[in-house]
């Protein structure tokens, strides 16, 4: 099993239509059908603690049986879209894969 997850900070000043088709097309990759099961979430509003970092905007976790499968969603045209019309969204991505 891989988990795949995925911080993004977006940049200041976007539009309400630009967010709200960032947030449509992010949730587009949960679908990708070799994604086991995806989630796409925003900070919450737990307790502040040191060891929290509740900067970014958006993340999203995809877990996939395989790194094969992560291989497929990598290349595969929902994921291309995806960045194609939103990474002029993001000022900075950080990406966490475990296994």
């Known amino acids: 099993m891989l988990v795949h997850t995925v911080f993004f900070w977006l940049k200041e000043?976007?539009?309400e239509e630009d967010l709200k088709?960032?947030?449509e097309k992010l949730r587009t990759l949960t679908s990708?059908?070799?994604v086991k099961q995806g989630y796409v979430g925003t900070p919450s509003s737990t307790e502040k603690r040191p060891v929290i970092d509740d900067s970014y905007n958006y993340s999203l976790?995809?877990?996939f049986e395989s790194i094969?499968?992560?291989n497929i969603y990598?290349?595969?045209?929902?994921?291309?879209e995806f960045i194609d019309l939103c990474s002029r969204m993001?000022?900075?991505?950080i990406v966490y894969d475990a296994d």
């Open 13 to 15: 000043g976007l539009s």
């Open 90 to 93: 993001w000022e900075k991505v």
């Open 68 to 70: 094969e499968d992560q």
């Open 74 to 80: 990598q290349v595969h045209d929902i994921h291309n």
């Open 21 to 23: 088709l960032f947030d």
């Open 32 to 34: 990708i059908s070799s």
């Open 61 to 63: 976790t995809n877990i």
